[in-house]
């Protein structure tokens, strides 16, 4: 009889390592609790439009790596490809901004995207993040960013930089999106066939295609700290300021976009220098506008994931 072995893209993780998680997963809660995280566990499938209102229907995620399926009922169901999004809709759910703000949630939690294996990515993975709402101060990205650096002190992780950017908010993004797509409309035939099709949809996302040839068209592309508003220049100025004041290095990576549509104003990223393709240990940032999105009243918000696949 054939021996059934785990799906491609999952791993198992098995005694002698399942200790070192627990190791990692103490520091991580302890420094969440120092902050006033609280936990939060959310399901781990969801109505698929909570996934393509907040991820946003251009983005890789939704267009191509969901795992969708229809449940017996005939509703669409899609298991989360990452944790945000189910946090958001736990809020507003539960009403969770009534005992004050802001709310502070941390949570543990697999997530599945069907990945390209050979790239070094897993389709489930498990990510520790924090999400915080109701404060549109620049010391609460400050805060959140420091709470993943002190993850990182803890546990004794050598030779990272923290690289921060901002991507503004909807109004001077859209000036910023005339100009990529006037720039990258020159070399629409040296393009990718992805990025071809980003080019009318979301320009942004070209900056981040690891295409060879993307990537030095995009080289030369507008930046978006060059299109920023007052209040969102004035906003990533002020962040600066505080990291600079509580002694965290940084340096300002314009061509940091993130993945996901609902981002806005500050992004960041803790890269490794040991890790080769997959540096990226910790990304995250701010979302102000996600949560009217998602139907709820304007809430600014902001947080980070850290896991296997970033």
């Known amino acids: 009889m054939e021996l059934i072995k785990a799906q491609k893209g999952t791993q198992d993780i098995l005694p002698g390592q399942s200790e070192n998680w627990q190791v990692v997963e103490d520091v991580m809660r302890s420094e969440a609790a120092m902050h006033g995280f609280q936990e939060i566990r959310t399901p781990v499938f969801e109505d698929t ?15 191509k790596e969901m795992y969708t399926f229809q449940d017996k009922g005939g509703r669409s169901i899609t298991l989360r490809p990452e944790g945000t999004a189910g946090v958001v809709r736990a809020l507003l759910e539960h009403a969770l901004y009534n005992n004050g703000l802001p709310v502070k949630l941390h949570y543990f939690t697999t997530c599945y995207r069907y990945e390209n294996t050979q790239a070094g990515r ?3 993975f498990h990510q520790f993040g924090v999400e915080m709402f109701g404060s549109n101060s620049p010391s609460a990205d400050a805060e959140v960013i420091g709470l993943a650096k002190g993850v990182f002190d803890r546990l004794g992780i050598k ?7 901002s991507i503004g908010c909807p109004t001077c993004r859209a000036e910023f999106h005339k100009a990529l797509k006037a720039y990258f409309a020159q070399y629409k035939d040296q393009l990718c066939e992805t990025c071809q099709g980003r080019l009318e949809r979301n ?7 690891k295409s060879p040839i993307c990537s ?8 978006i700290l060059d299109y920023l508003c007052d209040d969102c220049k004035a906003h990533f100025e002020s962040v600066q300021r505080y990291l600079t004041a509580v002694g965290t290095e940084f340096t300002v990576n ?28 910790c990304g995250g940032g701010r979302y102000n506008g996600l949560v009217e999105e998602m139907g709820g009243q304007p809430l600014a918000g902001l947080g980070f994931a850290w896991g296997s696949n970033v």
Do not use: H, W
């Open 159 to 165: 030779n990272l930089r923290l690289e921060i950017n």
């Open 122 to 124: 897993l389709r489930e």
């Open 216 to 223: 030095e068209i995009a080289e030369g592309a507008p930046k």
């Open 203 to 209: 320009p942004m996302r070209i900056l981040d295609c």
């Open 49 to 63: 439009r909570l996934f393509q209102r907040s991820v946003g229907e251009t983005t890789d995620v939704v267009q």
């Open 254 to 281: 314009p061509t940091i976009v993130r993945g996901l549509d609902y981002y806005t104003n500050t992004v960041f990223e803790f890269i490794s220098g040991d890790l080769g393709a997959q540096s990226t240990l």
